[in-house]
């Protein structure tokens, strides 16, 4: 199973990216996916969260901002970043059904 995260790069304060997740291999079907971020010297960190359960999940520094998608027939997920910080500036990684990370994706914003 290969994940492939892209999407990221260089945006100014308040712009907009939105990074995607694409799952290859014998994943089977997804039923969980998340988005997390590493900023320099901290630890990885949740973003957001898709499941078969219920509504998306969020972090509260994202929410309102951030939206989470995923087309399970294609085995990939989105995630649309709007209005974005510099304190939104990481390394953003995709996880599928909790087993599986994408390399990471840079994010960096300017102010």
């Known amino acids: 199973v290969q994940l492939q995260a892209s999407g990221g790069g260089l945006v100014q304060a308040g712009g907009s990216l939105r990074l995607s997740c694409a799952a290859s291999?014998?994943?089977?079907?997804?039923?969980?996916v998340g988005w997390y971020r590493q900023a320099p010297g901290k630890q990885r960190e949740f973003v957001a969260l898709?499941?078969?359960?219920?509504?998306?999940l969020y972090a509260d520094s994202v929410k309102g901002r951030f939206t989470i998608s995923r087309d399970n027939a294609k085995n990939n997920a989105s995630l649309q970043m709007n209005n974005l910080t510099p304190e939104d500036t990481a390394v953003y990684y995709c996880?599928?059904?909790?087993?599986?990370w994408g390399e990471g994706t840079q994010v960096t914003v300017s102010s």
């Open positions: 291999g014998s994943i089977g079907s997804i039923s969980v």
């Open positions: 996880n599928v059904n909790i087993a599986y």
């Open positions: 898709s499941s078969n359960l219920g509504n998306p």
